[in-house]
């Protein structure tokens, strides 16, 4: 059963915290630190390295409120097949009722079901203008997303 307080808008912003992109998700379970999102894009098609994401394709998102990243699983809004994972490093989100608000700094893995990945975004990172500390945090969160890849544990379903 979906109640209510399983509803929750999610809210992307850039590196000086302006909104650049809302939508709408399902709280599926929590823990602790994290939060499972069931959510479905809203933006147009965009196909890049590989894959193309469309307009209505189901994302299963982790956030954590104590991690430097998320994880978005993304499914074919046809078939339901995985496409890929996509891993923003952000600084942690912030969960209000309602709401996850998450700050992007632009470095992202870009992971295929195959077991391949991709850093992208590093020429983007490296323009960004970020305390140092936050730099560190940043450059940790990709060292942990890349291990993850390169260990499999990336690669498994979120849940």
Same mark, same amino acid.
């Given at each position: 059963?979906? #109640?209510? #307080? $399983?509803?929750?808008?999610?809210?992307?912003?850039?590196?000086?915290?302006?909104?650049?992109?809302?939508? *709408?998700?399902?709280?599926?379970?929590? #823990?602790?630190?994290?939060?499972?999102?069931?959510?479905?894009? *809203?933006?147009? %098609?965009?196909? &890049?390295?590989?894959?193309?994401?469309?307009?209505?394709?189901? #994302?299963?998102?982790?956030? &954590?409120?104590?991690?430097?990243? $998320?994880? &978005?699983?993304?499914? %074919?809004?046809?078939?339901?097949? +995985?496409? !890929?994972?996509?891993?923003?490093?952000?600084?942690?989100?912030?969960?209000?009722?309602?709401?996850? !608000?998450?700050?992007? +700094?632009? /470095?992202?893995? =870009?992971?295929?079901?195959?077991?391949?990945? +991709?850093?992208? %975004?590093?020429?983007? &990172?490296?323009?960004?203008? /970020?305390?140092?500390?936050?730099?560190?945090?940043?450059? *940790?969160? =990709?060292?942990? +997303?890349?291990? =993850?890849?390169?260990?499999?544990? /990336?690669?498994?379903?979120?849940?």
């Amino acid at each position: 059963m979906i #109640s209510e #307080s $399983n509803q929750v808008t999610i809210i992307k912003m850039n590196a000086e915290r302006e909104e650049t992109w809302r939508y *709408n998700g399902r709280i599926i379970s929590r #823990s602790p630190h994290s939060l499972l999102v069931e959510a479905f894009f *809203n933006i147009n %098609d965009v196909t &890049f390295h590989g894959i193309t994401i469309r307009r209505n394709d189901r #994302s299963i998102e982790r956030f &954590f409120d104590d991690r430097w990243y $998320n994880i &978005f699983e993304i499914h %074919d809004r046809e078939n339901d097949n +995985l496409k !890929a994972w996509y891993c923003n490093v952000t600084k942690p989100a912030e969960f209000t009722p309602g709401q996850i !608000a998450y700050v992007d +700094l632009a /470095l992202d893995v =870009l992971a295929y079901p195959n077991g391949d990945y +991709l850093v992208l %975004d590093e020429d983007e &990172f490296h323009e960004l203008s /970020l305390e140092p500390v936050i730099r560190a945090h940043a450059n *940790n969160a =990709l060292t942990q +997303l890349v291990k =993850l890849a390169q260990s499999g544990e /990336l690669f498994k379903p979120l849940k």
